[in-house]
């Protein structure tokens, strides 16, 4: 009998230490998950300089889009959470169709900016692009 009333608080305390432990490892997996979300679609709004026509376009991450005479394709996207007005940024790529040379593959191949588009500008004689979301 004297066994059993020592064996009780000791596994009252390993019931405890494994709350404990599962109670961490969800809030701490959580908070990470929370922390880097990437979002899965991005919205760009693109501007046709000779008809001064503009579109918005929906992106799914990672499908390709053909808008006119460019094959857009989104690999990421994240929303920073750090600000009142949160920087939005992407990772784009953009094909010419219309260009058959092969020694340029990508008009442009690289992150941009929704505050700051100039940072890594989008170059093309017809059309200009911005990013404006990402959900």
């Not at 432990?21 to 919205?43: G, H, P, R």
């Not at 046709?48 to 503009?54: E, G, H, Y």
């Not at 929906?58 to 394709?73: D, M, P, S, T």
């Not at 008009?107 to 890594?120: K, L």
Request: charged share 25%.
């Amino acid at each position: 009998m004297n066994k059993l009333k020592r064996n009780i608080p000791v596994g009252k305390i390993n019931y405890l230490l494994i709350v404990i432990y599962f109670f961490l490892v969800t809030t701490t997996s959580t908070l990470f998950a929370l922390e880097n979300k990437v979002e899965s679609f991005i919205e760009i709004k693109i501007l046709d300089k000779v008809s001064s026509k503009s579109a918005l376009l929906k992106l799914k991450i990672g499908e390709e889009k053909i808008f006119n005479n460019l094959l857009i394709k989104s690999l990421k996207c994240k929303n920073s959470e750090f600000d009142d007005n949160p920087e939005i940024t992407a990772y784009i790529q953009v094909k010419d169709l219309t260009n058959k040379n092969k020694d340029e593959v990508f008009v442009f191949n690289g992150w941009t900016f929704s505050s700051s588009p100039t940072i890594n500008p989008f170059d093309h004689p017809v059309y200009n692009i911005w990013l404006t979301k990402c959900y």
